[in-house]
């Protein structure tokens, strides 16, 4: 048996897994994969995301605000968090907001990855061979 350790996330393409795409999972889930199957959210939630790549190469996870217009004048904003930790934030919406949002989304990754990193941490129990909490 092998597996990979993602402790720097991965990105993988299976139509079996892109069933699951757009959604945030927190029991075990198996999808079909290459010769054999994966699994995901086995140790607690999991966001299976779709990516896009900017204009610059980077690929990240990408938030489109719907539009408010009709509603408040808010106009859209898109906001993109690339895989290194920027973001950017563009259209004629509330930019203040979406700053905000990008803070709020930002700070519970670093949460979560330090957890999972840290000891008892998921992932440095799968990098060290043994099964997380």
Same mark, same amino acid.
């Given at each position: 048996?092998?597996?990979?350790?993602?402790?720097?996330?991965?990105?993988?393409?299976?139509?079996?897994?892109?069933?699951?795409?757009?959604?945030?999972?927190?029991?075990?889930?198996?999808?079909?994969?290459?010769?054999?199957?994966?699994?995901? &959210?086995?140790? $607690?939630?999991? !966001? @299976? *995301? %779709?990516? /896009?790549?900017?204009? =610059? &190469?980077?690929? $990240?996870?990408? !938030? @489109? *605000? %719907?539009? /408010?217009?009709?509603? =408040?004048?808010?106009?859209?904003?898109?906001?993109?968090?690339?895989?290194?930790?920027?973001?950017?934030?563009?259209?004629?919406?509330?930019?203040?907001?979406?700053?905000?949002?990008?803070?709020?989304?930002?700070?519970?990754?670093?949460?979560?990855?330090?957890?999972?990193?840290?000891?008892?941490?998921?992932?440095?129990?799968?990098?060290?061979?043994?099964?997380?909490?």
């Amino acid at each position: 048996q092998s597996y990979v350790p993602n402790a720097q996330g991965g990105v993988y393409q299976s139509p079996s897994l892109s069933a699951y795409s757009g959604g945030v999972y927190s029991t075990p889930q198996l999808f079909a994969f290459a010769k054999g199957a994966g699994v995901f &959210g086995e140790a $607690g939630p999991e !966001a @299976i *995301m %779709p990516l /896009t790549r900017a204009a =610059n &190469g980077s690929l $990240g996870v990408r !938030a @489109i *605000m %719907p539009d /408010t217009s009709t509603v =408040n004048n808010g106009g859209n904003v898109y906001v993109t968090i690339n895989e290194n930790g920027t973001s950017s934030i563009s259209g004629n919406g509330d930019q203040d907001f979406a700053r905000t949002f990008t803070k709020i989304i930002q700070e519970e990754y670093r949460k979560l990855r330090e957890k999972d990193l840290g000891q008892g941490g998921v992932l440095t129990a799968a990098r060290n061979g043994r099964r997380g909490r």
